[in-house]
T-cell receptor, first 113, second 117 residues
Framework: NAGVTQTPKFQVLKTGQSMTLQCAQDMNHEYMSWYRQDPGMGLRLIHYSVGAGITDQGEVPNGYNVSRSTTEDFPLRLLSAAPSQTSVYFC????????????FGPGTRLTVL | AQKITQTQPGMFVQEKEAVTLDCTYDTSDPSYGLFWYKQPSSGEMIFLIYQGSYDQQNATEGRYSLNFQKARKSANLVISASQLGDSAMYFCAMREGWYTGGFKTIFGAGTRLFVKA
């Protein structure tokens, strides 16, 4: 049971490049989400999904796309990277039932030059 | 709108002493959950403790306890007998709709705790 995994751990992009951050969980959790962490701001929700085929926007969705074709995977796409997207990105998952906390992946540190 | 405030950017505590990390929140939803996470320098997010808004007793998990004062809208984390390994960033978080399957969790800005030997 690997929990929540994220790849890559580190990534450097040039402005305008696109890429996909991968997230997978093997706990059969319905709910998955992406957060970004910037210094002094805690974690902010980018997008989330309540099940395969269902996604919705969080607090800071601009510049990011998501899809959820399977229960296990929830990739985050940066369409045209900008320096403002330099951050640490966390993926999290939890079961659908009430009163359950989230399980976080180890994070991806992204730098956009 | 829901909001989490952590007013202590940094805290120092002597090893083996207790420390309280402050967290206040704002919500109009009577059903919510409050969480604390620890983030060591390695970067991972570690869940510590949670409290539901209808829970009558304060939550405890080992050396961690959550001092829940509903009327004051505060959910302070108390760490007893601090250890050097407790040095980390601590985040308070809240999720509305806790008992009804609400999804969105918001986080405070965090408090960095330094434990001195």
């Amino acid at each position: 049971n690997a929990g929540v995994t994220q790849t890559p751990k580190f990534q450097v992009l040039k402005t305008g490049q696109s890429m996909t951050l991968q997230c997978a969980q093997d706990m059969n959790h319905e709910y998955m989400s992406w957060y970004r962490q910037d210094p002094g701001m805690g974690l902010r929700l980018i997008h989330y999904s309540v099940g395969a085929g269902i996604t919705d926007q969080g607090e800071v969705p601009n510049g990011y796309n998501v899809s959820r074709s399977t229960t296990e995977d929830f990739p985050l796409r940066l369409l045209s990277a900008a320096p403002s997207q330099t951050s640490v990105y966390f993926c999290a998952s939890r079961p659908q039932g009430a009163s359950d906390t989230q399980y976080f992946g180890p994070g991806t540190r992204l730098t956009v030059l | 709108a829901q909001k989490i405030t952590q007013t202590q950017p940094g805290m120092f505590v002597q090893e083996k002493e207790a420390v309280t990390l402050d967290c206040t929140y704002d919500t109009s939803d009577p059903s919510y959950g409050l969480f604390w996470y620890k983030q060591p320098s390695s970067g991972e997010m570690i869940f510590l403790i949670y409290q539901g808004s209808y829970d009558q007793q304060n939550a405890t998990e080992g050396r961690y306890s959550l001092n829940f004062q509903k009327a004051r809208k505060s959910a302070n984390l108390v760490i007893s007998a601090s250890q050097l390994g407790d040095s980390a960033m601590y985040f308070c978080a809240m999720r509305e709709g806790w008992y009804t399957g609400g999804f969105k969790t918001i986080f405070g800005a965090g408090t960095r705790l330094f434990v001195k030997a």
